[in-house]
């Protein structure tokens, strides 16, 4: 379908408000050495819901019991991301990250600090002040 996004993420916040976000390596294709939401390429014919499943069970071994689509990420008026928001109902130490990946849970109020991913950075951003679409520029 045209009109799925090609990447799929997920906001995921714990019972406390904070954030899991991935810490990605400085050899990553994509976000080297910075933080972004969990999620990644949607396949062909994969709906954006199953692509969440699969992302997060591949980057996680986890998936949420539900989540609902929170954010449309454009950029220079192409839809690029949908972010969608799920409670992490289990300890980060019942997680399993990819090798050369690690996870943090982080409090909102500690973002604008950290190295977050533009793109991330504004998706976050808005979801934190109630918008529901993001728009860049290239």
Partial sequence: MTD?????????????????LESRPEDAQLAAGRLTCFGGRREE?????GCLRRELREEL?????????????W????LVAWF???VLNV???QLRIEPGYSALLVSQRELPD?????WHAAVLGAWLNGRTV???DA
């Avoid at 950290?114 to 533009?118: A, E, M, T, Y």
């Fill in 4 to 20: 799925w996004p090609k990447y799929v993420c997920a906001i995921l916040e714990d019972p406390e408000g904070r954030l899991l």
């Fill in 134 to 136: 993001v728009e860049l």
């Fill in 61 to 73: 071994a986890w998936e949420p019991q539900k989540f609902e689509k929170r954010v449309e990420l």
């Fill in 114 to 118: 950290l190295p977050v991913s533009p």
């Fill in 91 to 93: 300890g980060i130490d």
């Fill in 84 to 86: 969608y928001h799920a």
């Fill in 45 to 49: 014919g994969e709906t954006p819901e």
């Fill in 75 to 78: 950029v220079a008026g192409d």
